[in-house]
């Protein structure tokens, strides 16, 4: 079946570096793909998407491109923030018979100030 | 506007004990969706409803999982009776009817731990 698969985590970085969580997937088809992020305590929500090929997904400084070639997703952030811990998910929406939404592993992001 | 509201925020109970949780959708999301994220995983689906009917529960354990959504608006889990292996967060979400995954939003879960 459609499976996604994210880079290992945890992943700890300084404030101001430069942030890449790579992410493939293994679909069916053109499937749509998503970043969601969980701050501490709270519940998951929608940072991005991409609904097709060459597609660029971007919110709070945060970009993915969907990429067929290479059925990949990665996310990136030029500059991150303290605020910007958290754990992200990528997803897919799976076309495999009814519509479900397919989630990674999740990876944890600590960045330090 | 309030979120997906669900209680309790934590449950630690021994294996073979019954356990619910509850979820109070968003006002005027149809469809709402349990799911089930288990340490180091991505949330997987467990069942999907449209107003009170079942969707998709092909992933339910319907052995020990029941979960039902009467009038269209709160909805339970429950597990009786449950095993070690439950031990995870159990996420509510909700959207409208038109808006699907791209409009969905999650409470901030139950977390089990099944002893």
């Known amino acids: 079946g459609d499976s996604v698969t994210q880079m290992e985590g945890p992943v700890t970085l300084s404030e101001e570096a430069f942030l890449t969580i790579n992410c493939t997937y293994t679909?069916?088809?053109?499937?749509?793909l998503f970043w969601y992020v969980q701050y501490p305590g709270e519940g998951l929500q929608l940072l991005l998407k991409a609904t097709k090929a060459d597609d660029k997904g971007s919110n709070k400084g945060f970009e993915a491109t969907y990429r067929k070639e290479t059925t990949s997703f990665h996310l990136e952030k030029g500059s991150v923030q303290v605020s910007d811990s958290a754990v992200y998910f990528c997803?897919?929406?799976?076309?495999?018979?009814?519509?479900?939404?397919?989630f990674g592993q999740g990876t944890r992001l600590t960045i330090n100030p | 506007e309030a979120g997906v509201a669900q209680s309790p925020r934590y449950k630690i109970i021994e294996k073979r004990q019954s356990v619910a949780f509850w979820c109070n959708p968003i006002s005027g999301h149809a469809t709402l969706y349990w799911y089930q994220q288990i340490l180091g995983q991505g949330p997987k689906l467990l069942i999907q409803?449209?107003?009170?009917?079942?969707?998709?529960d092909s992933q339910l354990p319907k052995d020990r999982f029941s979960a039902e959504r009467l009038k269209g608006v709160d909805s339970t889990l429950k597990i009786q009776p449950a095993k070690l292996e439950d031990s995870a967060v159990y996420l509510c979400a909700s959207s409208l009817p038109t808006g699907g995954y791209e409009k969905l939003f999650f409470g901030s879960g139950t977390q089990l731990s099944v002893l």
């Open positions: 409803f449209q107003n009170n009917g079942v969707v998709d």
């Open positions: 997803a897919l929406i799976s076309i495999q018979g009814a519509q479900k939404l397919v």
């Open positions: 679909a069916t088809g053109y499937p749509s």
